[in-house]
């Protein structure tokens, strides 16, 4: 995995399934909330609660309207080998009128790369031979699976330790 093309990688909000879900998601319970009338909303035991209804609606329309906000601004978020200096470039929430969340460091000046692996989510660190943590890199500007990104990053640069918890 030593092809530099595996450093060229970037993501948008449009290409992203969790905008469009939470898109969706949110729609749908502003549709529920519209169409249900509280008062009918009632269990078979009898029990109601109207105020549920409304409640339903407006989480939904907050939702809806996170999502396609995400999707109006479509924020990019990458990395890549820049192809002049040579540095490793990462960047997030870019949009068309800025420049967003960046970073930059040359491979020789990184000693570490930390993957944090748990049950519910994972972590990447990426550290300078100063051993300062570098601000803006993790999982959302690199590719899955994160261990196959470092070992290819340390394949060509040697002198870059990958920790893996």
Not at 4 to 14: G, H
Not at 109 to 123: G, N, Q
Not at 133 to 155: C, H, M, N, S
Request: with cysteine.
């Amino acid at each position: 995995m030593t092809d530099r093309n595996i450093f060229n990688y970037e993501r948008n909000a449009r290409t992203s399934l969790q905008y469009w879900a939470l898109l969706a998601l949110g729609l749908f319970f502003a549709w529920a909330g519209s169409t249900i009338d509280p008062l009918t909303n009632c269990s078979d035991d009898g029990e109601c609660a109207p105020w549920l209804v409304p409640v339903a609606k407006w989480i939904g329309i907050v939702v809806a309207l996170a999502g396609a906000g995400h999707l109006w601004v479509n924020p990019r978020r990458g990395s890549r080998i820049d192809a002049q200096s040579g540095d490793l470039v990462w960047w997030q929430n870019r949009l068309a009128t800025g420049e967003g969340d960046a970073g930059r460091i040359h491979p020789s000046r990184i000693s570490k790369i930390r993957i944090v692996s748990d049950s519910d989510s994972d972590a990447v660190h990426l550290y300078d031979l100063n051993g300062e943590r570098q601000p803006f890199f993790d999982t959302e500007v690199i590719p899955w699976p994160y261990d196959k990104w470092a070992d290819g990053l340390a394949a060509q640069w040697p002198h870059i330790q990958v920790e893996k918890n």
